[in-house]
């Protein structure tokens, strides 16, 4: 589906002509939710990142290895990562030591 702003998109349901805007939330509740989020392939890719606690420690900062991404996550606001995956498959995002965050399930565009 795409919206009024036309370099935005749902990757689920249209064909991504700009950014893939995805949402995740971490919260004492749900913890790091989604689990696991679909994106296409060789399109840019924008999480925003609802942090609704002080996660701290390793798990206050995301990073996705494979990209060379890592973002501290502010308490209380909105965070935003920016990649493009360059392949299809899974791509975890993890804390610097490695525990699993969320994971992207990246199809063919």
């Known amino acids: 589906q795409v919206t ?3 370099s935005v998109c749902d990757p689920t349901k249209a064909t ?5 805007q995805v949402s995740m939330e971490v919260s ?3 913890g790091f939710y989604p689990q696991v989020i679909t994106v296409k392939n060789n399109v840019p890719v924008e999480l925003t990142i609802d942090d609704k606690i002080n996660v701290g420690g390793c ?4 990073t996705i290895p494979e990209y060379g991404v890592s973002q501290l996550l502010a308490v ?4 935003v990562i ?3 995956p360059t392949h299809t498959g899974i791509v975890r995002v ?3 030591m490695g525990a699993l965050q969320t994971s992207f ?5």
């Open 4 to 6: 009024a702003d036309s």
């Open 16 to 20: 991504c002509v700009g950014a893939q």
């Open 28 to 30: 004492r509740e749900r």
């Open 59 to 62: 798990m206050g900062v995301m």
């Open 76 to 79: 209380g606001g909105k965070n």
């Open 82 to 84: 920016k990649f493009t």
């Open 94 to 96: 993890v804390c610097p």
């Open 105 to 109: 399930n990246v199809i063919g565009s």
